[in-house]
């Protein structure tokens, strides 16, 4: 499986948890079955033309999304961005503003 193909599987299950839809929900939407989803997100079966704009349109996303990177791995990288670097600026820029005064015994 090569890069596009696999960040096409993990973006069509990304977009398709992140509108709550489970395979069957998605499926109705594209008036295919549960299991032409299920094959489709396990590599088995790469879809159509028709079926990439299908489930686009369900998933309210341009075709293209579905190809251009992996979203879960860019979301993840966003989440690690903030824990190690830009919670700990903000951090250090609240507590320079409004410094905790000692307490006085």
Known sequence: MNKYESDFIANL????????YTQSVLAGL???TKGNIGV????????????ILKIADALEIHP?????????????????????????????MVEKRFPVAECEE
């Open 13 to 20: 299950i990304y977009y398709r948890e992140l509108r709550g």
């Open 30 to 32: 594209c008036d295919r």
């Open 40 to 51: 489709i997100e396990s590599g088995a079966s790469a879809p159509s033309f028709e079926m």
């Open 64 to 92: 293209a999304d579905l190809f251009l990177r992996n979203a879960s791995q860019s979301r993840e990288d966003v989440r690690k961005f903030f824990d190690e670097e830009l919670s700990v600026k903000m951090k250090e």
